[in-house]
């Protein structure tokens, strides 16, 4: 009788449970600032095991303050093929705004102006992307800046953390060596 019982509650348990949730979407392509490169995480090279996405904008000073250390992790990871950066402009007039927003928002164009003129003034060196309010809320951006860090565990991307507010080099380096250990 008791097996039973274990039985049915371990089946409407089963039956109770949603699949896991995606945290962000994934298969979201962010064209390249320049050129005609592209970012998902579903196109990232398969002996990556760690990726580091920063959202920014160049309207945040917090996001002006952390340039220094996104310059030096980046430098530090460049030539490896463990961990990639990645850094995703916008504005903080595309939080929260849809990519049919009434007249008014902030356009493409815009953003890519601001963008440019951001990565002249701290030669930026690392890669750059583009996203506007739809693709921000795919990835359930709610302000500038956010990192989030992914490690790649069995074929699948896991979001280890989501870092929200400035970020120094010493904190991007402990939150991906824990995640090595």
Same mark, same amino acid.
């Given at each position: 009788m008791r097996l039973r019982r274990a039985f049915l509650f371990l089946l409407i348990l089963n039956s109770a449970c949603k699949p896991r949730e995606r945290f962000v979407d994934e298969q979201q392509v962010f064209k390249a600032l320049t050129g005609d490169g592209k970012f998902s995480l579903t196109a990232v090279d398969a002996q990556v095991r760690f990726v580091v996405? %920063?959202?920014?904008?160049?309207?945040?000073?917090?996001? &002006?303050? &952390?340039?220094?250390?996104?310059? $030096?992790?980046?430098?530090?990871?460049?030539? *490896?093929?463990?961990t990639r950066f990645v850094a995703i402009g916008s504005s903080l007039r595309a939080v929260g705004q849809e990519s049919d927003s009434p007249k008014g928002a902030v356009t493409h164009n815009e953003i890519v102006s601001e963008l440019n003129a951001f990565g002249r003034k701290f030669n +930026?060196?690392?890669?750059?992307?583009?996203?506007? *309010?739809?693709? +921000?809320? $795919?990835?359930?951006?709610?302000?500038?800046? &956010? =990192?989030?860090?992914? !490690?790649?565990?069995? *074929?699948?991307?896991?979001? %280890?953390?989501?870092?929200?507010? !400035?970020? =120094?080099? &010493?904190? +991007?380096?402990?939150? =991906? $060596? *824990?995640?090595?250990?």
């Open positions: 996405v %920063n959202f920014y904008a160049p309207d945040c000073p917090p996001c &002006e303050k &952390e340039v220094p250390a996104l310059k $030096s992790f980046a430098a530090k990871h460049a030539s *490896g093929t463990e +930026l060196g690392y890669p750059q992307f583009v996203a506007d *309010g739809a693709q +921000l809320k $795919s990835w359930r951006v709610t302000g500038f800046p &956010e =990192t989030f860090v992914f !490690e790649r565990s069995h *074929g699948e991307w896991q979001l %280890n953390r989501k870092l929200i507010s !400035e970020i =120094t080099f &010493e904190q +991007l380096e402990q939150v =991906t $060596s *824990g995640i090595r250990k």
